[in-house]
Structure formats: structure tokens, C-alpha cells
Nanobody
Framework: QVQYVESGGGLVQPGGSLRLSCAAS????????MEWYRQVPGKQRELVAS???????TYADSVKGRFTLSRDNAKSTVYLQMNSLKPEDTAVYYC???????????WGQGTQVTVSS
């Protein structure tokens, strides 16, 4: 059973930066597609970015050019570098692993990101 521990969130002013981390307790981490999602109360969870086992990344249009996703397989951790943050980036951010199209484990506790002046 894969477990996730997200961290790095906080309160930041518009235009600021944060770096989120997600540690996944799972053997085979290097083979997983890793995804970051975010959720605002009352709305569906939104896929923000993903990174394949080979390092290929994809981003939602809303964050393209501002967010960068990377992974450290030795540490079973993915990082989401968020720059030029906007108030609409405010959400709880979650990570999840996927293998053969199937999401693994349950959602973690997430990490709150609040962008406000």
C-alpha cells in the first residue's frame, strides 16, 4: 500500500514561490507516474502536473511556465516548484502515484497553499 506525505505548503504573497515535496513509501517508485493534484473546497480535484518514470512532464495550462515538477527516485520523492504564484493557486495540494493507469494507495493529508496579500 503506497502512502504519501506532502509538505512545503504555506502562506505566500502573490508573485512568490513555494516548493512542495511528496514522499511516497513504495518500492518501485522509479517506475511510477507521479501526479500532483489540487483541490479547493466545493470543487473537484484538479490535475496540476505529472512526471513519468523517464522524467517527462506535463502541466495543466493554468500552471504551465510557472510550475516545475521533478523527481528524486533515490529518495522516492517528487518536488513541485511553484513560482509566480497567484491567488487562484490557493488550494490543498496532493500527490498520487499511478502504474499501468491505476492510481495507487489512498490520498494523503495534502499540504495547504494559500496565496494572499
Amino acid at each position: 500500500q503506497v502512502q504519501y506525505v506532502e509538505s512545503g505548503g504555506g502562506l505566500v504573497q502573490p508573485g512568490g514561490s513555494l516548493r512542495l515535496s511528496c514522499a511516497a513509501s513504495a518500492s518501485g517508485f522509479s517506475t511510477y507516474l507521479m501526479e500532483w493534484y489540487r483541490q479547493v473546497p466545493g470543487k473537484q480535484r484538479e490535475l496540476v502536473a505529472s512526471i513519468g518514470s523517464g522524467g517527462t512532464t506535463t502541466y495543466a495550462d493554468s500552471v504551465k511556465g510557472r510550475f516545475t515538477l521533478s523527481r528524486d527516485n533515490a529518495k522516492s520523492t517528487v518536488y513541485l516548484q511553484m513560482n509566480s504564484l497567484k491567488p487562484e493557486d490557493t488550494a490543498v495540494y496532493y500527490c498520487r502515484a499511478r502504474r499501468f493507469g491505476v492510481q495507487l494507495g489512498n490520498w494523503g493529508q495534502g499540504t495547504q497553499v494559500t496565496v494572499s496579500s
